[in-house]
């Protein structure tokens, strides 16, 4: 079974709505204040509305990538945006994981225990929180799948490499910087590229 595609990152509508319509399953928007590519409430609304307005009938889901707040803080601003899924990109602890879930969220985790929805593992680069073009562990996929697990792989995915990434067995794949011109410039030709080798 082929693994979903995700594009993380997304700042553009009108880039989200071409994404849907060349299938992906899953677009992030960041809402963590460091990153190149954080947009706020309003932007982050208007991608998921073009998304869904592009694929009406089975529109990708809207992933929010947050590296800090609350669980009521995350969970106001998931809702305020319509989103379907959130990502924890920072240290979070169960309880925050289990009160997503109790307002209905589901929810990934970086590095996680196995209480979230699914195991996100990605590339670190110091203190940066993802978008870093690092390679993760892919070892660790295996790992996790052992004990039940579902994976997102995320980290210096490509072209390049995104077959074999594909065969590690994870159940999303995560792309970011190697599809972009720019940081939070996203490129159809290099998510086109991408899409056609995993299709």
Sequence with gaps: MRPKVKVCGVTDPDFAAEAARRGVDYLGVIF???????????????????????????????????TDGSADEIAEMAAAVLLDVIQLHGEFGDEVVSALNGAGYEVWRLNGSGVEDAVLLDGRDG?????????????????????????????????????????????????????????????????????????
């Design 32 to 66: 963590a204040a460091k990153s190149p590519r954080k947009v706020d409430g309003a932007k982050a609304r208007q991608i998921a509305a073009a998304a869904r307005a592009a694929r009406p009938e089975s529109p990708p889901r809207v992933v929010g990538v947050f």
């Design 127 to 199: 203190g940066k929180t993802g978008g870093t073009g690092r390679l993760a562990d892919w070892a660790l996929v295996g790992e996790f799948k052992k004990k039940g697990f579902r994976v997102v792989l995320a980290g210096g995915l490509s072209a390049e490499n995104c077959a074999a990434a594909a065969e590690t067995g994870a159940d999303i794949l995560d792309f970011n910087s190697s599809i972009e011109t720019s940081p939070g410039v996203k490129s159809l030709r290099k998510l086109d590229e991408i899409v056609g080798l995993l299709r």
